[in-house]
């Protein structure tokens, strides 16, 4: 059999009892990169992003904090404060030097030198920021930071360096040290408050910098490598009553454990006679925190019952890898048994398996997978199931086959146990996608049944989805992705008549990220204006009765919209009813894109109408298309006319910009097609729409009554948003060129039609709110209309949608 990486060296080639323990590894590094630091300096990051925001949006509450401590150090002694004063800018930078010398006299200079780094780097980018960046870039956050005069600064040059300095050499075990330090910055900040020279929040600015600095400079250069060698390893081996021989680190394998393979002795304990062989567990203390982002991502994303912790200490680490091989092994399950733990040191820990000799499941050939080895492999799983017990990382690397042919199930650090249904089911579902990845869904399914059963088979249908799985898994399942519905399909023909309720894995889906983010870009863009306007006397001084026209407008949108839609259905379709489709739209667009809520609907509108899927899918792809290329076309039409005009708008969308914008979009075009996917890609979505909505639209253009119904109904429905938007501007005193009206409202209906968020929520008022201030209108008019149409188009409808989605849903209309 082939040697692999998880193969150990045969007792022939240890050799002898020898002096020492040879171990045969590579040379360690002498500085490795962290993922704790890293980790750090993001949250120093994110700590500095944190204040810029406060001291923007809460100017008055820094303010008055600042206000607060100078008062309340106001009637202390001057003696006092000039003494602290004095003591503070003497102890801040003569306790670090002081450090630094003794961390010289022990030889420590690599350690000083990259904290001295630190403190330059941080040192350098306070004098660029107080010297260039605000003189030359004042208000907003900068003048926000600065408070108190002129004399004040956004950050602070004597402390930055210092907490860099600070956070870099490393202090830790060193108690006096440390408070001495920690003292004195404190001291220096309180005593730059009470002269009014620092701020509350340009000294948090501050300490986020210098530890930022700290920490980024730390993982830039590495530290010094604390994981125990494998000699120490193998000493404390020895302390748990075995004499190793000699010993061999194996390949890692990625966010991994060290591995060692180690030829024994008999000693004290009852081992089988002559040289034995271990596989030994290293756990490193600073790989606890690796890939750390990725499992609080997916802890946020997946539901999972119970939480699960996202990050372990040393000692969790070791205490929860070996109950679950110790459950496993009481289970009945083949697991290499787990003889002995130890601790390594302070930094290192090990876990002590008896060696099974084998390849893991991801290393074998496809003709080596045999029906009675998948057979075997589930046998393992139906084991782990009925003791409760999850692995959560059921993928080829956690399933090695042993010299015998017999599948042995390894990689325990990840399981639980007590585990509830949904984590043994996400086992069931990892382990059946993993096998198929390698014989195919029907062998998969078919060697499963034979020891799981259908009924188990089937609670994983609705599991069956790419987020339940492994990151290695999701990757190939990506490039095969008729794999997951293909294992569908095979264990539904087991069981056809099974009812399976969905399960919603997902906390949230990363488009719901998206939106989030829109949402903020939109209210830093329109809050600012919004708080800026005096909306009583807005609401005092408006034309409310303009409101009243642009009720009318936004009722006429929905008449539009489904004479759009029946203009394109051959189908004859009852004009009321369509109205009311289009007017439940306005309640799904709440927790739906707008494109495609308004598809959705439409589409089962019309299969419940009698109009087969395809057809119906094919008609609603044609109004669609039909909206988008006239949309563009009077985009086009009246970006060139309102370029051609002299009035304010001229800034907006000038002919020679949609000039650019389209040269640019054909030149990106063609670059896209010298991609052979994104050639493929635009071929098969061009093939589907010609075999589809094209032969659709042949049927339309041979009756001109439906033809103008549904063109007339795709103008209709511009002209009557144009006017909503036109009658909002109106009722606050402003005034823009209809043709400006037009194609600011088209600019922005584009914008929501692609922003992820329900309704182009966000995107929309953002769009509206800047082409209308571009255009000319003041920004307090241009925010009120922006509002007032949004209520009319977007929100006022919601109630009265909800009431006609129910009421068609009584209707078995969708």
Same mark, same amino acid.
């Given at each position: 059999m082939t040697q692999t990486h998880d193969e150990a060296p045969q007792p022939e080639e240890l050799g002898a009892p020898t002096v020492g323990v040879p171990v045969d590894e590579p040379e360690a590094p002498d500085r490795i990169r962290r993922p704790t630091d890293a980790i750090r300096f993001a949250a120093s990051v994110l700590g500095l992003v944190a204040v810029m925001v406060l001291v923007s949006i809460a100017k008055q509450t820094t303010h008055g904090l600042q206000s607060d401590i100078v008062e309340g150090t106001a009637h202390a002694p001057r003696i006092l404060l000039s003494l602290a004063t004095l003591a503070s800018s003497f102890g801040v930078l003569a306790v670090p030097v002081a450090f630094a010398i003794e961390r010289m006299f022990h030889k420590d200079g690599m350690r000083v030198a990259i904290a001295l780094l630190a403190a330059v780097l941080a040192f350098a980018l306070t004098i660029i920021l107080d010297d260039w960046v605000a003189p030359s870039a004042p208000g907003g956050v900068l003048d926000s930071l600065i408070w108190g005069g002129h004399d004040t600064a956004p950050v602070h040059t004597d402390i930055a360096p210092v907490i860099a300095f600070v956070t870099a050499v490393g202090m830790a075990g060193r108690t006096r040290w440390q408070a001495a330090t920690w003292a004195m910055i404190g001291l220096a900040a309180l005593t730059g408050l009470t002269a009014s020279y620092a701020s509350v929040s340009a000294l948090a600015a501050t300490y986020f910098l210098g530890r930022a600095f700290g920490h980024g400079t730390l993982y830039a250069v590495g530290t010094p490598n604390p994981r125990p060698p494998g000699t120490s390893v193998m000493a404390a081996l020895s302390r748990l009553g075995f004499k190793p021989l000699r010993a061999r680190q194996a390949a890692a394998l990625p966010d991994g454990p060290r591995v060692y393979f180690v030829a024994v002795e008999r000693g004290g304990r009852a081992l089988p006679s002559g040289e034995w062989q271990l596989r030994l567990n290293v756990l490193d203390r600073d790989q606890q925190t690796a890939g750390l982002f990725y499992r609080v991502w997916r802890?946020?994303?997946?539901?999972?019952?119970?939480?699960?912790?996202?990050?372990?200490?040393? @000692?969790?680490?070791?205490?929860?890898?070996?109950?679950?091989?110790?459950? #496993?092994?009481?289970?009945?399950? $083949?697991?290499? $048994?787990?003889?002995?733990?130890?601790?390594?040191?302070?930094?290192?820990?090990?876990?002590?398996?008896?060696?099974?000799?084998?390849?893991?499941?991801?290393?074998?050939?496809?003709?080596?997978?045999?029906?009675?080895?998948?057979?075997?492999?589930? $046998?393992?799983?139906?084991?782990?199931?009925?003791? @409760?017990?999850?692995?959560?990382?059921?993928?080829?690397?956690?399933?090695?086959?042993?010299?015998?042919?017999?599948?042995?199930?390894?990689?325990?650090?990840?399981?639980?146990?007590? #585990?509830?249904?949904?984590?043994?089911r996400l086992d069931l579902t990892q382990l059946l996608t993993t096998l198929a990845l390698r014989v195919g869904a029907e062998r998969t399914v078919a060697t499963a049944v034979k020891v799981v059963g259908e009924a188990t088979l089937a609670g994983a249908v609705p599991l069956l989805q790419r987020v339940a799985l492994s990151r290695e898994s999701r990757a190939a399942v990506r490039h095969d992705k008729e794999l997951l519905p293909q294992i569908r399909e095979q264990i539904v023909r087991l069981e056809p008549e099974t009812t399976i309720a969905p399960v919603q894995l997902e906390r949230f889906r990363p488009r719901t990220i998206i939106s989030m983010v829109a949402l903020t870009f939109a209210a830093y863009i329109v809050i600012p204006q919004v708080s800026s306007v005096d909306l009583t006397h807005l609401a005092a001084t408006a034309k409310w009765w303009w409101a009243a026209v642009g009720v009318a407008a936004a009722g006429v949108s929905y008449v539009a919209a489904a004479w759009m839609l029946i203009g394109f259905v051959p189908e004859r379709l009852p004009l009321w009813r369509t109205v009311l489709v289009q007017l439940a739209g306005s309640f799904v667009k709440l927790v739906a894109p707008a494109a495609v809520a308004g598809v959705a609907l439409n589409t089962r509108y019309l299969q419940r109408s009698?109009?087969?899927?395809?057809?119906?899918?094919?008609?609603?792809?044609?109004?669609?298309?039909?909206?988008?290329?006239?949309?563009?076309?009077?985009?086009?039409?009246?970006?060139?006319?309102?370029?051609?005009?002299?009035?304010?708008?001229?800034?907006?969308?000038?002919?020679?910009?949609?000039?650019?914008?389209?040269?640019?979009?054909?030149?990106? #075009?063609?670059? #896209?097609?010298?991609?052979?996917?994104?050639?493929?890609?635009?071929?098969? $979505?061009?093939?589907?729409?010609?075999s589809g909505v094209v032969p659709r639209l042949v049927d339309v253009l041979q009756s001109p009554r439906k033809m103008i119904t549904g063109m007339g109904g795709i103008l209709l429905l511009s002209a009557s948003f144009v006017v909503c938007l036109d009658v909002s501007i109106r009722a606050f005193g402003g005034s823009l060129h209809w043709t400006s009206v037009v194609v600011v409202y088209l600019t922005a209906n584009a914008v929501g039609s692609a922003a992820p968020t329900p309704g182009g929520l966000g995107a929309v008022e953002a769009s509206l709110t800047v082409a209308l201030t571009i255009s000319g209108l003041p920004a307090e008019t241009a925010a009120s209309a922006v509002l007032l149409y949004r209520l009319l188009t977007f929100w006022l409808p919601v109630l009265p949608g909800w009431a006609s989605f129910a009421y068609l849903q009584r209707k078995e209309a969708i």
């Amino acid at each position: 059999m082939t040697q692999t990486h998880d193969e150990a060296p045969q007792p022939e080639e240890l050799g002898a009892p020898t002096v020492g323990v040879p171990v045969d590894e590579p040379e360690a590094p002498d500085r490795i990169r962290r993922p704790t630091d890293a980790i750090r300096f993001a949250a120093s990051v994110l700590g500095l992003v944190a204040v810029m925001v406060l001291v923007s949006i809460a100017k008055q509450t820094t303010h008055g904090l600042q206000s607060d401590i100078v008062e309340g150090t106001a009637h202390a002694p001057r003696i006092l404060l000039s003494l602290a004063t004095l003591a503070s800018s003497f102890g801040v930078l003569a306790v670090p030097v002081a450090f630094a010398i003794e961390r010289m006299f022990h030889k420590d200079g690599m350690r000083v030198a990259i904290a001295l780094l630190a403190a330059v780097l941080a040192f350098a980018l306070t004098i660029i920021l107080d010297d260039w960046v605000a003189p030359s870039a004042p208000g907003g956050v900068l003048d926000s930071l600065i408070w108190g005069g002129h004399d004040t600064a956004p950050v602070h040059t004597d402390i930055a360096p210092v907490i860099a300095f600070v956070t870099a050499v490393g202090m830790a075990g060193r108690t006096r040290w440390q408070a001495a330090t920690w003292a004195m910055i404190g001291l220096a900040a309180l005593t730059g408050l009470t002269a009014s020279y620092a701020s509350v929040s340009a000294l948090a600015a501050t300490y986020f910098l210098g530890r930022a600095f700290g920490h980024g400079t730390l993982y830039a250069v590495g530290t010094p490598n604390p994981r125990p060698p494998g000699t120490s390893v193998m000493a404390a081996l020895s302390r748990l009553g075995f004499k190793p021989l000699r010993a061999r680190q194996a390949a890692a394998l990625p966010d991994g454990p060290r591995v060692y393979f180690v030829a024994v002795e008999r000693g004290g304990r009852a081992l089988p006679s002559g040289e034995w062989q271990l596989r030994l567990n290293v756990l490193d203390r600073d790989q606890q925190t690796a890939g750390l982002f990725y499992r609080v991502w997916r802890l946020l994303r997946l539901r999972a019952n119970p939480p699960r912790r996202a990050l372990r200490s040393l @000692r969790r680490s070791l205490e929860q890898e070996s109950l679950m091989s110790y459950a #496993a092994t009481a289970a009945g399950v $083949r697991t290499p $048994r787990l003889v002995g733990t130890s601790e390594v040191g302070t930094e290192a820990a090990l876990l002590a398996y008896e060696h099974v000799q084998g390849r893991r499941l991801s290393s074998l050939a496809d003709e080596e997978i045999t029906d009675e080895l998948l057979v075997d492999v589930w $046998r393992q799983l139906k084991r782990l199931q009925a003791s @409760r017990l999850a692995h959560r990382r059921l993928d080829g690397e956690a399933i090695l086959i042993a010299a015998d042919g017999r599948a042995h199930i390894i990689d325990m650090r990840s399981g639980e146990i007590a #585990a509830g249904d949904l984590a043994l089911r996400l086992d069931l579902t990892q382990l059946l996608t993993t096998l198929a990845l390698r014989v195919g869904a029907e062998r998969t399914v078919a060697t499963a049944v034979k020891v799981v059963g259908e009924a188990t088979l089937a609670g994983a249908v609705p599991l069956l989805q790419r987020v339940a799985l492994s990151r290695e898994s999701r990757a190939a399942v990506r490039h095969d992705k008729e794999l997951l519905p293909q294992i569908r399909e095979q264990i539904v023909r087991l069981e056809p008549e099974t009812t399976i309720a969905p399960v919603q894995l997902e906390r949230f889906r990363p488009r719901t990220i998206i939106s989030m983010v829109a949402l903020t870009f939109a209210a830093y863009i329109v809050i600012p204006q919004v708080s800026s306007v005096d909306l009583t006397h807005l609401a005092a001084t408006a034309k409310w009765w303009w409101a009243a026209v642009g009720v009318a407008a936004a009722g006429v949108s929905y008449v539009a919209a489904a004479w759009m839609l029946i203009g394109f259905v051959p189908e004859r379709l009852p004009l009321w009813r369509t109205v009311l489709v289009q007017l439940a739209g306005s309640f799904v667009k709440l927790v739906a894109p707008a494109a495609v809520a308004g598809v959705a609907l439409n589409t089962r509108y019309l299969q419940r109408s009698g109009v087969r899927p395809g057809p119906a899918v094919a008609s609603v792809g044609a109004s669609q298309l039909m909206g988008m290329v006239t949309h563009i076309l009077l985009l086009i039409s009246f970006g060139f006319i309102t370029g051609s005009t002299t009035n304010a708008t001229k800034d907006l969308a000038p002919s020679r910009l949609i000039v650019i914008v389209l040269l640019t979009a054909a030149i990106l #075009a063609g670059l #896209a097609m010298t991609i052979p996917k994104a050639r493929r890609t635009v071929t098969a $979505r061009l093939k589907s729409m010609f075999s589809g909505v094209v032969p659709r639209l042949v049927d339309v253009l041979q009756s001109p009554r439906k033809m103008i119904t549904g063109m007339g109904g795709i103008l209709l429905l511009s002209a009557s948003f144009v006017v909503c938007l036109d009658v909002s501007i109106r009722a606050f005193g402003g005034s823009l060129h209809w043709t400006s009206v037009v194609v600011v409202y088209l600019t922005a209906n584009a914008v929501g039609s692609a922003a992820p968020t329900p309704g182009g929520l966000g995107a929309v008022e953002a769009s509206l709110t800047v082409a209308l201030t571009i255009s000319g209108l003041p920004a307090e008019t241009a925010a009120s209309a922006v509002l007032l149409y949004r209520l009319l188009t977007f929100w006022l409808p919601v109630l009265p949608g909800w009431a006609s989605f129910a009421y068609l849903q009584r209707k078995e209309a969708i």
